[in-house]
Every structure is written in structure tokens, then in C-alpha cells.
């Protein structure tokens, strides 16, 4: 299986964390009892919690973190930078001396449904509910379930299926 894994010798894992095939992680931390899924990328600076879940296909870039016992849907981006360019005024390409990383929070026992894409400087706070493909452009209050483009909030979380 590690033929199909790209893990740099940065990464920290926890126990019993589960890794999918196809996946490239850098400088990040993972706590243990997380799965994460084929096809995800976990750039450097990012922090995963214990007992989440990670689903195929998600970019989990540089300081973004996540606390414990999250799910995050499939295909799911995250992005930290309000304001992205390929070059600087003077044509150059930019690197990272260039920006500063916008920090994403994402509280303990949130869901991210498929799809979904989570803008830089927001906080999605305990147990709340992105619905899938919504585009998360402010912070989501707690026990609420936000959707749409942008995520608006739909209603409480509460008993109901």
C-alpha cells in the first residue's frame, strides 16, 4: 500500500489512523482514530483532530484546522488566501513570502457536506452543518445548519432526521 501514499517525514500521526490509498500529506498532524479517505491532500500547518473523517477527493490546505470528531464530505476545498494572484506587480511568480495564510477553524463535531468549498478566515463552530455545495463565505454559528452559495442559515440543528 505505502507505493500509492506520498507522506513526507513531517507528518504526524496518531494511532490508529487510517490512510486510503492515493493521498499526499506534508508537515501536517493528524490525531488518532481519523480515517482519511483516497485522493486528499493535507498541506503543512494543518491540524486534523481525533476521531474525524476525512472523505475522497478533499484539499485541506495550510492553516486550516480541525478539531475533534469531524466529518468532512466528500470533494471538499478549502482556501487560504482572500486574495489569490499567480504574480507579483512586477510579473513575477509569487511564492509564499509573498501572501499571508488566512486561518480556517472548523470546531469540534461539525459536518461538511460533498462538495463544499470553505473561504479563508472563517469558523465553522461546534456541531454545525454545511449542507453539501455550499459556499461557506462567513462563520457558522453553532448548532445551525447553513446551505447554499453563499451559506445562509437554514434552521437549528436539532432532533430531526
Not at 495550510?62 to 489569490?84: A, K, Q, R
Request: aromatic share 6%; with cysteine.
Amino acid at each position: 500500500m505505502s507505493d500509492f501514499l506520498c507522506i513526507a517525514d513531517d507528518v504526524i500521526l496518531g494511532e490508529n489512523v487510517r490512510l486510503s490509498k492515493f493521498i499526499n500529506l506534508y508537515g501536517c498532524s493528524i490525531n488518532e482514530n481519523t480515517k482519511i479517505g483516497a485522493f486528499v491532500e493535507i498541506q503543512k500547518n494543518a491540524t486534523i483532530g481525533k476521531n474525524c473523517k476525512i472523505s475522497s477527493h478533499t484539499f485541506i490546505c495550510e492553516g486550516v484546522t480541525i478539531e475533534d470528531d469531524v466529518f468532512v464530505g466528500h470533494s471538499v476545498t478549502f482556501i487560504n488566501d482572500t486574495y489569490p494572484r499567480a504574480t507579483n506587480p512586477d510579473g513575477a511568480l509569487q511564492t509564499e513570502n509573498d501572501w499571508n495564510v488566512m486561518p480556517i477553524l472548523v470546531k469540534r463535531g461539525a459536518s461538511i457536506g460533498s462538495g463544499s468549498t470553505i473561504l479563508s478566515n472563517v469558523t465553522i463552530f461546534e456541531n454545525a452543518i454545511v449542507g453539501a455545495g455550499s459556499v461557506v463565505t462567513k462563520d457558522v454559528p453553532p448548532n445551525t445548519i447553513v446551505a447554499g452559495n453563499p451559506a445562509q442559515v437554514i434552521r437549528k440543528v436539532d432532533d430531526r432526521k
